[in-house]
């Protein structure tokens, strides 16, 4: 299994980016995705997932402002971020089944 995390980047407090997680190498359709995030000095903490249903799930200081979402036709996962603060930098990985993507980094300044 390989996950490919990509579409961070640097943005104003209040900003928005999306996400994208490419999973290959698995039968997408039938496993769920996590993302997970880790700032300079903390260990990583979960941020959101989504299950083969497309049901969701969020850590509460992301809810109503991160929306995650999947695309089965394109073996893809996004995580919609609104409404950015400073708190939410760090490097972003998706997860699915076990495997670990590299990560991509988001920086929020304020």
């Known amino acids: 299994v390989q996950l490919q995390a990509f579409g961070g980047g640097l943005v104003l407090t209040g900003g928005s980016l999306r996400l994208s997680c490419v999973v290959s190498?698995?039968?997408?359709?039938?496993?769920?995705v996590d993302w997970y995030r880790q700032a300079p000095g903390k260990q990583r903490e979960f941020v959101a997932m989504?299950?083969?249903?497309?049901?969701?799930d969020y850590v509460d200081s992301v809810q109503g402002r991160f929306t995650a979402s999947r695309d089965n036709a394109k073996n893809t996962v996004y995580l919609q971020m609104n409404s950015l603060k400073p708190e939410d930098s760090g490097v972003y990985y998706c997860?699915?089944?076990?495997?670990w993507g590299k990560g991509t980094q988001v920086t929020v300044s304020s």
């Open positions: 989504v299950t083969v249903t497309g049901h969701t």
């Open positions: 190498g698995t039968d997408f359709s039938k496993s769920g």
């Open positions: 997860i699915n089944r076990g495997y």
